[in-house]
């Protein structure tokens, strides 16, 4: 028999609605799941306020010279702080945004539309063409373990100079391993995929940086690594707490953070441990599918958060901020626990781990 839980989920539960108009009415007939509409217009108002804030990047002035007026567009560097801020902004929720519609089906015609989508994302966000074939090639398929490129396993997950060394394996090795692994499982389209996409991306920062120099860094360069160093905070903290006490099944190495500002604008990205058992679950399900499965969770000594999301994780770690993630500790059963307790679990879970040993330690109880 299920329990009430002792909390109540502040996340949303329902896709926004938008009455019937041309766009709505657009979407019922395009898209495979109608609720999926506030993804096309996320698309939409971002591709608007990008292209306004790179044309803003630039001011135009008229010139006179040896008696001929002619105008000038000129970079505006006073403008950058601005530019990277609305980018900044908006970049959670779209790089969420592809991280659903990579998972289930979205756009159902035109199909060209469908395909087109992640690209125009990653000229105005500079998020890797590469990210589908990594998370659905990878990722999930290894679960955080061994062959995992993204694996947190072998660091040790409340130091930031092992992140460091974390995000330069990803940085300089990332390509050749991923493109590797995908030859060595025989996915050789996706490994195709990533060859020509990261190519292709590259290409475009390269023109850009060639044609103005201050254009190409503010507009794709920055954007390009900040977005990879982004995925890589985020994952550090959604895979920071391994229990080596149980076998790895999605529940073992994953935390779940819920009633944060961050799942109301990133689509209830920090249910990760529900999205690890069943990937293609719709966002607005994660909720209840979370407090259905509560007291398996439970019994199974799951972490979950509270108010915070998986950024804030890992720079609570990276800081030694311990009584912060044990106040925002849930307690799933209910059943009170002194932080000093939490903070003794928290701190077991943070170490290295050689994936070897911990199968062999499951095995062996």
Request: contains cysteine; proline residues 4%; aromatic residues 14%.
């Amino acid at each position: 028999m299920t329990t009430a839980a002792p909390f109540e989920i502040t996340d949303p539960t329902v896709a926004p609605t938008y009455g019937d108009g041309p766009l709505s009415r657009w979407c019922k007939k395009a898209l495979y799941d109608a609720r999926d509409e506030v993804f096309v217009r996320l698309t939409i108002k971002t591709c608007f306020i990008m292209a306004l804030m790179m044309a803003g990047l630039w001011t135009g002035a008229t010139v006179q010279q040896a008696g001929t007026t002619f105008s000038v567009r000129t970079f505006q560097w006073g403008f950058v702080p601005i530019y990277l801020a609305v980018w900044g902004w908006y970049a959670p929720p779209v790089i969420l945004m592809l991280h659903c519609t990579m998972h289930r089906p979205f756009i159902r015609n035109p199909k060209w539309l469908d395909r087109v989508h992640p690209y125009v994302m990653t000229f105005f966000f500079g998020i890797p063409t590469a990210y589908v074939q990594h998370h659905m090639g990878m990722h999930h398929v290894e679960d955080n373990m061994g062959e995992d490129l993204s694996s947190t396993l072998r660091y040790r997950r409340d130091s930031f100079f092992h992140w460091v060394a974390y995000v330069g394996r990803f940085f300089f090795l990332g390509l050749f391993q991923v493109t590797a692994y995908l030859l060595r499982k025989r996915r050789t389209t996706m490994a195709r995929k990533v060859v020509l996409g990261e190519i292709a991306h590259v290409s475009l920062i390269v023109v850009a940086m060639l044609v103005n120099w201050r254009f190409g860094l503010v507009a794709f360069l920055i954007p390009g690594v900040m977005v990879r160093m982004m995925m890589m905070v985020g994952n550090w903290g959604q895979h920071a707490f391994i229990n080596t006490a149980r076998k790895n099944n999605g529940l073992a190495n994953s935390i779940t953070c819920i009633n944060g500002g961050y799942n109301k604008r990133a689509f209830n990205d920090g249910y990760h441990i529900g999205h690890h058992l069943k990937a293609n679950r719709h966002w607005t399900e994660m909720p209840q599918d979370f407090l259905d499965n509560r007291e398996m969770y439970a019994r199974e000594g799951v972490i979950v958060f509270k108010t915070i999301d998986f950024f804030l994780v890992s720079v609570l770690l990276w800081t030694g901020q311990w009584r912060i993630l044990a106040k925002c500790y849930v307690r799933l059963d209910g059943q009170p626990r002194s932080d000093d307790d939490v903070i003794a679990m928290l701190k077991a879970r943070v170490h290295p781990v050689r994936e070897e040993e911990w199968v062999a330690a499951v095995v062996t109880t």
